[in-house]
């Protein structure tokens, strides 16, 4: 069974950093992409950071320079380091996983985690 354990977040004030982590078992990863995305109250699901089985990664502009995605094969976990938080950076962060990263940029990945809270204090 698979399963996605996201872990890291809480209150910063803005200008701050977080790095969330998501533990991930029940498949071999590494041949998987991973993507986090996030959701305000009110708002849609958004696109936040993902990588490929072979490291390649890609943002949004509205994170680009700021966030980091990385991943520790041999742990099974994926990690987005958040630097120079805004108070718009304030949502739940979720991870996800797919084959392919492609169908990570669409949202569709196979499974999710239960989510991080981030909240961004001005």
């Known amino acids: 069974q698979v399963q996605l354990v996201e872990s890291g977040g809480g209150l910063v004030q803005a200008g701050g950093s977080l790095r969330l982590s998501c533990a991930a078992s029940?498949?071999?990863?590494?041949?998987?992409?991973m993507g986090w995305f996030r959701q305000a109250p009110g708002k849609e699901r958004e696109f936040v950071a993902a990588?490929?089985?072979?490291?390649?990664?890609t943002y949004p502009g509205s994170v680009g320079g700021r966030f980091t995605i990385s991943r520790d094969t041999a742990k099974n976990t994926v990690y987005l380091q958040m630097n120079s938080l805004k108070p718009e950076d304030t949502a739940v962060y979720y991870c996800?996983?797919?084959?392919?990263?492609?169908?990570?940029?669409?949202?569709?990945?196979?499974?999710w985690g239960q989510g991080t809270q981030v909240t961004v204090s001005s």
């Open positions: 029940g498949r071999t990863f590494s041949r998987y992409a």
């Open positions: 996800t996983t797919t084959f392919l990263l492609t169908t990570i940029l669409k949202g569709s990945g196979d499974y």
């Open positions: 990588i490929g089985s072979n490291g390649d990664t």
